[in-house]
């Protein structure tokens, strides 16, 4: 399977701006730039699409982990935290942090949090990460 996405960007790194796309037309010429990136300015950032991919990614991960195990979720609700720090000279991207609140009945902790832990490792976008993952899970009843 492949998913295609795409950037076009206009201008100098501090005055121009972009726009970011995917073949589904989910996000369709949707604004970024430095003031999104690294200040507080209106529009999205990669490190923002990353954390959302990641939160996706790792919520499907662990839905299909749970019904491996013989449970079905009532809510996966994950928020993913994307460090980007400065690195030399440049940048990276340093961390995703997941936080996890979850309604799983029938479900001990133990099993529960060990579930989570494979799905945050065994997640596709947690493989392709070089960064520090780590996951607050909450088991809510």
Known sequence: MK?????????SIKE???AISTETGVLKDAPYGFKSRFEDGPGTNPEELLGAAHAGCFSMALSLALGQAGFTPDTLETHAEVTLDKVGDGFAVTSSHLI??????????AQF???A???KAGCPISKVLNAKITLDATLES
């Open 113 to 115: 949090d060990e579930i």
């Open 117 to 119: 832990a494979g799905a």
């Open 100 to 109: 996890l609140k979850a309604k799983v009945p029938g479900i001990e902790k």
């Open 16 to 18: 121009g701006g972009g």
């Open 3 to 11: 998913k295609k996405a795409w950037a076009v960007w206009k201008g």
